[in-house]
């Protein structure tokens, strides 16, 4: 479980320094959090496929307070009550991640970062399973 862990978070960590600059300063601050809508562009296959994220920042930590996934089908999936989370900080370069086990299946790690690429906020989840990646999503994000 620790090997399959530092595996998944060394793999996300290098995904996201790569692909992440740091923050923009053009988000509103509201009521203490800074609050994104993000469109989903890349996605798994999925019989009910998110279509909208939505993060929120903490204005002052600068850490995720949640991350609310809508599906077509209106559904909403907070990932705070589905994972545990064993790690809320910022990757080298700036942008910010979120590691933590499906609190169901301890075997299922999903890492979550909100950064930068290309002028464009972006949030981006990558889950992995026992032996290698198992979903990979995209998201094209703007200041609510």
Not at 84 to 91: A, R, V
Request: proline share 1%; with cysteine.
């Amino acid at each position: 479980m620790m090997k399959t862990l530092l595996a998944a978070v060394a793999a996300i960590a290098m995904v996201a320094s790569a692909a992440a600059q740091t923050m923009d300063d053009t988000t509103n601050n509201q009521g203490g959090e800074y609050w994104y809508e993000c469109s989903v562009t890349k996605s798994g296959p999925d019989k009910d496929p998110g279509y909208k994220v939505n993060v929120y920042i903490d204005a002052k930590s600068d850490t995720f307070i949640r991350v609310v996934h809508t599906t077509r089908s209106g559904k909403e999936y907070d990932r705070s009550s589905q994972y545990t989370i064993l790690d809320n900080k910022h990757t080298n370069t700036g942008a910010n991640l979120w590691v933590g086990y499906l609190t169901k299946n301890k075997s299922i790690i999903k890492a979550g970062t909100l950064g930068v690429i290309d002028g464009a906020s972006h949030y981006r989840e990558w889950v992995t399973g026992k032996k290698s990646m198992v979903m990979d999503m995209d998201s094209v994000c703007h200041a609510v």
